[in-house]
Protein backbone atom coordinates (compact mmCIF):
# COMPACT_ATOMS: atom_id res chain seq x y z
CA UNK A 1 0.00 0.00 0.00
CA UNK A 2 1.14 3.57 -0.61
CA UNK A 3 2.56 4.89 2.44
CA UNK A 4 2.86 9.10 2.83
CA UNK A 5 6.18 10.18 2.90
CA UNK A 6 7.18 12.93 5.96
CA UNK A 7 6.62 16.16 6.09
CA UNK A 8 10.24 16.44 7.26
CA UNK A 9 12.94 14.20 7.63
CA UNK A 10 13.63 13.59 10.95
CA UNK A 11 15.64 10.37 11.25
CA UNK A 12 19.58 10.33 11.37
CA UNK A 13 21.95 7.91 8.96
CA UNK A 14 22.55 5.73 11.61
CA UNK A 15 20.20 3.92 14.47
CA UNK A 16 21.78 4.19 17.82
CA UNK A 17 20.66 5.29 21.04
CA UNK A 18 21.77 8.40 23.53
CA UNK A 19 21.51 9.04 26.71
CA UNK A 20 23.11 12.69 27.22
CA UNK A 21 23.60 14.31 30.32
CA UNK A 22 22.34 18.08 29.64
CA UNK A 23 25.18 20.71 30.91
CA UNK A 24 24.17 22.18 34.11
CA UNK A 25 21.68 19.96 34.90
CA UNK A 26 20.90 16.55 37.02
CA UNK A 27 18.51 15.13 34.02
CA UNK A 28 18.96 12.90 31.99
CA UNK A 29 17.92 13.35 28.58
CA UNK A 30 16.70 10.31 26.24
CA UNK A 31 16.88 10.82 22.46
CA UNK A 32 16.70 8.48 20.33
CA UNK A 33 17.67 8.83 16.60
CA UNK A 34 15.78 6.22 14.11
CA UNK A 35 17.73 5.00 10.90
CA UNK A 36 16.95 7.70 7.73
CA UNK A 37 17.34 5.85 4.13
CA UNK A 38 17.01 8.31 0.99
CA UNK A 39 15.02 5.78 -0.54
CA UNK A 40 13.02 4.55 1.97
CA UNK A 41 11.64 6.68 5.40
CA UNK A 42 9.83 5.45 8.42
CA UNK A 43 6.51 6.52 8.35
CA UNK A 44 5.31 5.92 11.58
CA UNK A 45 6.60 7.18 14.87
CA UNK A 46 5.99 3.69 17.71
CA UNK A 47 8.40 4.84 20.66
CA UNK A 48 7.98 5.10 24.29
CA UNK A 49 6.29 8.57 25.74
CA UNK A 50 8.89 11.11 26.97
CA UNK A 51 11.20 10.89 24.33
CA UNK A 52 12.58 13.75 22.04
CA UNK A 53 13.65 13.54 18.34
CA UNK A 54 15.74 15.66 16.92
CA UNK A 55 15.29 16.55 13.36
CA UNK A 56 18.54 15.80 11.98
CA UNK A 57 19.24 19.52 10.54
CA UNK A 58 17.33 22.60 10.36
CA UNK A 59 13.73 23.47 8.51
CA UNK A 60 14.56 23.73 4.64
CA UNK A 61 13.51 26.33 2.28
CA UNK A 62 11.28 23.63 0.69
CA UNK A 63 9.71 23.20 4.15
CA UNK A 64 8.61 26.22 4.67
CA UNK A 65 7.49 26.99 1.45
CA UNK A 66 5.01 24.29 1.89
CA UNK A 67 3.75 25.77 4.92
CA UNK A 68 2.90 28.96 4.06
CA UNK A 69 1.17 27.36 0.74
CA UNK A 70 -1.25 25.50 3.20
CA UNK A 71 -1.72 28.05 5.84
CA UNK A 72 -2.73 30.97 3.76
CA UNK A 73 -3.69 33.18 7.17
CA UNK A 74 -1.13 35.82 7.46
CA UNK A 75 -1.87 35.19 11.67
CA UNK A 76 -1.65 31.69 11.20
CA UNK A 77 1.56 32.21 10.17
CA UNK A 78 3.23 33.68 13.27
CA UNK A 79 3.14 37.31 10.50
CA UNK A 80 0.91 39.21 13.20
CA UNK A 81 1.36 43.30 13.35
CA UNK A 82 2.57 44.19 16.65
CA UNK A 83 3.34 47.46 18.71
CA UNK A 84 6.81 49.03 16.79
CA UNK A 85 6.71 45.96 14.50
CA UNK A 86 5.33 45.46 11.00
CA UNK A 87 6.51 41.44 10.74
CA UNK A 88 6.94 40.69 6.84
CA UNK A 89 5.55 37.54 5.80
CA UNK A 90 8.41 37.33 2.28
CA UNK A 91 11.88 37.94 4.88
CA UNK A 92 12.50 34.39 4.31
CA UNK A 93 12.08 34.33 0.58
CA UNK A 94 14.49 37.69 0.31
CA UNK A 95 17.07 37.25 3.07
CA UNK A 96 19.23 39.04 0.72
CA UNK A 97 21.05 36.08 -0.86
CA UNK A 98 20.08 33.41 -2.93
CA UNK A 99 18.72 30.12 -1.26
CA UNK A 100 17.57 26.74 -3.24
CA UNK A 101 15.04 24.48 -1.78
CA UNK A 102 17.66 22.48 0.77
CA UNK A 103 19.41 25.15 2.35
CA UNK A 104 17.96 25.84 5.71
CA UNK A 105 15.19 29.01 5.67
CA UNK A 106 16.41 31.83 7.27
CA UNK A 107 14.36 35.14 7.99
CA UNK A 108 11.82 33.26 10.39
CA UNK A 109 10.60 34.92 13.44
CA UNK A 110 10.37 32.73 16.05
CA UNK A 111 6.63 33.50 16.22
CA UNK A 112 6.57 31.93 12.96
CA UNK A 113 8.99 28.79 13.86
CA UNK A 114 6.36 28.24 16.78
CA UNK A 115 3.54 28.09 13.82
CA UNK A 116 5.22 26.19 12.28
CA UNK A 117 5.29 23.28 14.43
CA UNK A 118 1.83 23.71 15.05
CA UNK A 119 1.17 23.60 11.42
CA UNK A 120 3.25 20.66 11.11
CA UNK A 121 1.85 18.54 14.10
CA UNK A 122 -1.99 18.50 12.84
CA UNK A 123 -0.87 17.44 9.26
CA UNK A 124 1.32 14.57 11.11
CA UNK A 125 -1.15 13.61 13.42
CA UNK A 126 -4.21 13.56 10.60
CA UNK A 127 -1.86 11.75 8.30
CA UNK A 128 -1.28 8.96 10.98
CA UNK A 129 2.50 9.44 10.95
CA UNK A 130 2.66 10.81 14.58
CA UNK A 131 0.69 10.05 17.29
CA UNK A 132 -2.65 12.11 18.71
CA UNK A 133 -0.98 13.52 21.63
CA UNK A 134 2.90 13.72 19.82
CA UNK A 135 3.47 17.25 19.25
CA UNK A 136 6.42 19.23 17.18
CA UNK A 137 8.13 22.06 18.40
CA UNK A 138 11.35 23.75 18.92
CA UNK A 139 13.89 21.69 21.26
CA UNK A 140 14.24 23.72 24.80
CA UNK A 141 17.36 25.23 25.92
CA UNK A 142 18.95 22.33 27.76
CA UNK A 143 17.83 19.86 25.29
CA UNK A 144 20.01 21.81 22.35
CA UNK A 145 22.87 21.72 25.05
CA UNK A 146 22.89 18.22 25.25
CA UNK A 147 22.51 17.68 21.80
CA UNK A 148 25.42 19.81 21.28
CA UNK A 149 27.21 17.77 23.12
CA UNK A 150 29.80 17.70 26.23
CA UNK A 151 32.61 19.37 24.54
CA UNK A 152 33.33 23.13 24.17
CA UNK A 153 32.68 22.49 20.39
CA UNK A 154 29.88 20.56 18.07
CA UNK A 155 33.02 19.09 16.65
CA UNK A 156 34.91 18.44 20.33
CA UNK A 157 37.78 19.76 21.72
CA UNK A 158 39.70 20.78 18.48
CA UNK A 159 40.81 24.03 17.38
CA UNK A 160 40.44 25.27 14.51
CA UNK A 161 38.15 23.11 12.95
CA UNK A 162 38.89 19.68 11.61
CA UNK A 163 38.19 19.63 7.85
CA UNK A 164 34.36 19.71 6.38
CA UNK A 165 33.53 21.02 10.60
CA UNK A 166 30.83 23.39 9.09
CA UNK A 167 29.76 26.51 7.64
CA UNK A 168 31.96 29.25 8.86
CA UNK A 169 33.27 32.88 8.05
CA UNK A 170 36.11 30.81 6.64
CA UNK A 171 38.29 31.80 3.48
CA UNK A 172 35.27 31.87 0.83
CA UNK A 173 33.36 33.68 2.80
CA UNK A 174 36.47 36.46 3.13
CA UNK A 175 37.18 36.64 -0.48
CA UNK A 176 33.43 37.02 -1.41
CA UNK A 177 33.56 39.82 1.19
CA UNK A 178 36.57 41.22 -0.62
CA UNK A 179 39.32 40.60 1.81
CA UNK A 180 42.53 39.07 1.01
CA UNK A 181 42.03 36.32 3.74
CA UNK A 182 40.15 35.27 6.58
CA UNK A 183 40.22 36.24 10.15
CA UNK A 184 43.02 35.12 11.61
CA UNK A 185 41.23 32.40 13.99
CA UNK A 186 39.98 31.08 10.47
CA UNK A 187 42.97 31.38 8.78
CA UNK A 188 43.66 28.86 6.19
CA UNK A 189 40.06 26.57 7.33
CA UNK A 190 38.33 26.67 3.66
CA UNK A 191 34.76 25.49 3.37
CA UNK A 192 33.59 26.03 -0.25
CA UNK A 193 30.49 28.12 0.80
CA UNK A 194 30.68 32.26 1.26
CA UNK A 195 26.86 32.23 2.14
CA UNK A 196 24.35 29.62 3.14
CA UNK A 197 24.98 25.77 2.36
CA UNK A 198 22.22 23.03 1.77
CA UNK A 199 21.35 21.42 5.00
CA UNK A 200 23.89 18.19 5.80
CA UNK A 201 26.98 19.51 3.51
CA UNK A 202 29.51 18.80 6.53
CA UNK A 203 29.92 16.29 8.78
CA UNK A 204 27.37 15.81 11.76
CA UNK A 205 28.58 15.92 15.39
CA UNK A 206 28.78 12.47 17.52
CA UNK A 207 24.88 11.97 17.53
CA UNK A 208 24.30 12.80 14.10
CA UNK A 209 23.22 16.16 13.83
CA UNK A 210 24.12 18.63 11.36
CA UNK A 211 24.85 21.74 11.50
CA UNK A 212 24.87 22.36 15.50
CA UNK A 213 27.69 24.99 14.69
CA UNK A 214 27.78 27.19 11.75
CA UNK A 215 25.51 27.31 8.69
CA UNK A 216 22.48 29.08 10.69
CA UNK A 217 22.33 29.54 14.07
CA UNK A 218 18.41 27.65 15.51
CA UNK A 219 15.81 29.65 17.84
CA UNK A 220 14.79 27.48 20.57
CA UNK A 221 11.98 27.27 22.87
CA UNK A 222 12.44 29.05 25.39
CA UNK A 223 12.25 33.27 26.63
CA UNK A 224 15.81 34.08 27.86
CA UNK A 225 17.04 33.26 31.56
CA UNK A 226 20.22 34.30 33.11
CA UNK A 227 20.69 30.81 34.34
CA UNK A 228 21.19 29.23 31.28
CA UNK A 229 24.08 30.67 31.26
CA UNK A 230 27.42 28.80 32.64
CA UNK A 231 28.35 31.02 36.38
CA UNK A 232 31.47 31.30 35.11
CA UNK A 233 30.49 33.21 32.07
CA UNK A 234 27.71 35.46 34.07
CA UNK A 235 31.02 36.09 36.39
CA UNK A 236 32.98 37.27 33.05
CA UNK A 237 30.61 38.82 31.20
CA UNK A 238 28.29 40.94 33.72
CA UNK A 239 25.63 41.80 30.71
CA UNK A 240 24.70 38.12 30.65
CA UNK A 241 22.20 38.66 33.77
CA UNK A 242 19.95 40.96 31.45
CA UNK A 243 16.94 39.17 30.42
CA UNK A 244 15.12 42.02 28.60
CA UNK A 245 15.93 44.64 25.99
CA UNK A 246 16.07 48.16 26.23
CA UNK A 247 12.59 48.40 25.26
CA UNK A 248 12.03 45.90 28.21
CA UNK A 249 10.95 43.39 26.18
CA UNK A 250 11.29 39.71 26.88
CA UNK A 251 14.58 38.12 24.70
CA UNK A 252 14.17 34.67 22.61
CA UNK A 253 17.25 32.76 22.34
CA UNK A 254 19.05 31.17 19.46
CA UNK A 255 21.48 28.63 19.92
CA UNK A 256 24.57 27.61 17.34
CA UNK A 257 26.30 29.80 15.30
CA UNK A 258 26.12 30.77 11.55
CA UNK A 259 28.05 31.03 8.03
CA UNK A 260 28.87 35.22 9.35
CA UNK A 261 30.87 33.54 12.71
CA UNK A 262 34.20 32.50 13.42
CA UNK A 263 36.07 31.90 16.61
CA UNK A 264 34.51 32.16 20.19
CA UNK A 265 30.92 32.72 18.24
CA UNK A 266 31.48 28.74 17.18
CA UNK A 267 31.14 27.68 21.28
CA UNK A 268 28.88 26.18 22.13
CA UNK A 269 27.74 28.05 24.66
CA UNK A 270 26.43 30.65 23.09
CA UNK A 271 23.27 32.32 23.45
CA UNK A 272 21.77 34.91 21.00
CA UNK A 273 19.12 37.31 21.50
CA UNK A 274 16.10 38.81 19.85
CA UNK A 275 12.52 39.71 20.58
CA UNK A 276 10.31 36.83 18.85
CA UNK A 277 9.70 39.65 16.08
CA UNK A 278 13.12 39.68 14.42
CA UNK A 279 13.96 38.38 10.89
CA UNK A 280 17.68 36.71 11.04
CA UNK A 281 19.54 36.85 7.59
CA UNK A 282 21.26 33.78 9.51
CA UNK A 283 19.10 32.18 11.51
CA UNK A 284 16.30 29.30 11.44
CA UNK A 285 15.48 26.69 13.44
CA UNK A 286 15.16 22.68 14.20
CA UNK A 287 12.12 21.22 15.10
CA UNK A 288 11.98 18.11 17.59
CA UNK A 289 9.58 16.01 18.27
CA UNK A 290 7.86 15.00 21.61
CA UNK A 291 6.21 11.29 21.56
CA UNK A 292 3.05 11.90 24.15
CA UNK A 293 1.26 9.48 22.67
CA UNK A 294 1.39 5.14 23.85
CA UNK A 295 2.96 3.04 21.47
CA UNK A 296 1.50 2.28 18.09
CA UNK A 297 1.30 -0.96 16.13
CA UNK A 298 3.81 -1.10 13.65
CA UNK A 299 3.32 0.11 10.10
CA UNK A 300 2.32 -2.74 7.79
CA UNK A 301 4.55 -2.82 4.47
Not at 73 to 80: A, I, L, N, Y
Not at 116 to 124: G, H, M, V
Not at 150 to 174: M, Q, V
Request: charged content about 25%; hydrophobic content about 35%.
Amino acid sequence: MNRPARSIEIFTMSALDLFVTAMGSFAILMMILFPYFRKERLTKVTNTPGQVLFCVWSTRVKDFEEFVKEVPDMKERGEENRAGFFVQDDVWRKPGYDQKPDDPVVGVTWLQAQAFCKWLTKKERAAGLIGPQDEYRLPTDAEWTAAAGPDPYPWGKKWPPPPRSGNFADETYAHEMGYAHGADEMRGYTDDHAMVAPVGSYAPNRFGLFDMAGNTSQWIQDKYRASMMPPEILEKYPDWKTEKNELGEDLYVMRGSSWQDFGQKLLSWRHNLYPNTYHPDTGGFRCVLVVNSPPASPVAP
